[in-house]
């Protein structure tokens, strides 16, 4: 049986994809997959879809920034919550995307949600984002440069639309083929999943 | 120590309510916790807070749909989604709050959402409610009697205001003292909560 694979869709946007971004790694591990990291634009899924983030409402606002907390402590993860919320995410996911061409999405993903969730690095601005991501260890400058191109550009909305056709409406979302699962609470179920195909 | 209590929360009309009451028992049992089960009366918590039903996105709630039948399978539990839905609970509520009274409110609050959950009653309709309470072995005329009563809709209302008040804003939502949890994908912080109390 080949290996399964874990499509991954994420936006440094979302503060539950960087707690799923932090479990992936080990529940691939588990259940003998792989994951693919694919950046995509949850804003543009948003409006696709006509779903909204759900911090509008103000009870779940304040719950939520609460329920954040516990889940980065069940975790033993950090999670610093950023002064600049929402933010822009586009050069970002598009540096991702030149990443991922060049072998390191997923190191890539790791890097740049920590430096916006933990270190509060403001990710819409580019002299901060390639500092922060020369610190981790890639050559920010030619990942920023690479971003400014059509071809990259392009791979960021065809994942975008990809996720949108199949069935996504916010993230973190993840495919093991056409079945998909939404959310870091979901992440048990996505085990589950995986469990037989690990043992088969 | 104290024991701890867990405030449940619940309208019959929410299928996660249905998936948490299945597992709730088991999790209580395990930290040491009693359930003090309230119904209340998830539209007008709606209302109050300006939060709407997860299923208003068409995208998601084709998704919901078969994540509902997933935490079935995994919690190895029966869940026919009905064909009366959304439904009106607010008789149901009403009788399991005199039920409350009675001191069968968990009894009662299980047997009503394994009804509609279920066996497919229209739990909306007084005489298919009161028969299946009956055939669950409840004095459904007498629950529905009671449940015409002032007082008893009464402690409906305050149920759903205190829930409001206290910043509930779906279904079920669970509370530990001042410590509220929202949704059956949130047991298991529930448990990670009360895991400290059962072991103090």
Redesign the interface.
Known sequence: MNTPVIEFFWDPASPYTWLAATQIGALATRTGATVSWRPFVLGKVFEA???RAPAT????A??LFK?LG??AA?YNQPLNFPKVFPVNSMTALRMACAANEAGEGGRFALAVMRAYWVDGVDISQPDALVSAMTAAGFDGAALFEASQQQAIKDVLRANTDDAIKR????APTFFVGST?F??N??L??LE??LRPAAQG
């Open positions: 879809t006509g779903n409402v103000a009870a779940k304040k719950y329920d516990r889940w069940l069935g996504a409406f916010g998909m939404w959310g609470d979901r048990v179920l589950d999943a």
